[in-house]
Nanobody, 123 residues
Framework: QVQLVESGGGLVQAGGSLRLSCAAS????????MGWFRQAPGKEREFVAT????????YYADSVRGRFTISRDNAKNTVYLQIDSLKPEDTAVYHC????????????????WGQGTQVTVSS
């Protein structure tokens, strides 16, 4: 089992930045690829970014590429999502997830999920 806890969300003005964190505990964190997903009100969950267990490879959704940066620190069992140039359409609950394969954009391929952290962007 892997437990995931996200933090770092909040209310921010458009154009601002946030750094989300996802702290993992349980099984060996470095065994897993990590992903970030988001779900806006009334919309389906959307893939955002994923990073390989080693941290050397990343993959992004087209909608966030160039503004979002995923990274991980296996020594701290933490994955991060740096979000820059925030837009109102980035408003959503952001979830991190752990899974065995990279890259995958399918939520069903991830085994473990956090509860999420709310990001709200005002215009």
């Amino acid at each position: 089992q892997v437990q995931l806890v996200e933090s770092g969300g909040g209310l921010v003005q458009a154009g601002g930045s946030l750094r989300l964190s996802c702290a993992a505990s349980g099984r060996t964190f470095s065994d897993y690829a990590m992903g970030w997903f988001r779900q806006a009100p009334g919309k389906e969950r959307e893939f955002v970014a994923t990073i390989k267990w080693s941290g050397g490879h990343t993959y992004y959704a087209d909608s966030v590429r160039g503004r979002f940066t995923i990274s991980r620190d296996n020594a701290k069992n933490t994955v991060y999502l740096q979000i820059d140039s925030l837009k109102p359409e980035d408003t959503a609950v952001y979830h991190c997830a752990a899974g065995p394969t990279f890259p995958t954009t399918l939520g069903s391929r991830y085994n473990y999920w956090g509860q999420g952290t709310q990001v709200t962007v005002s215009s």
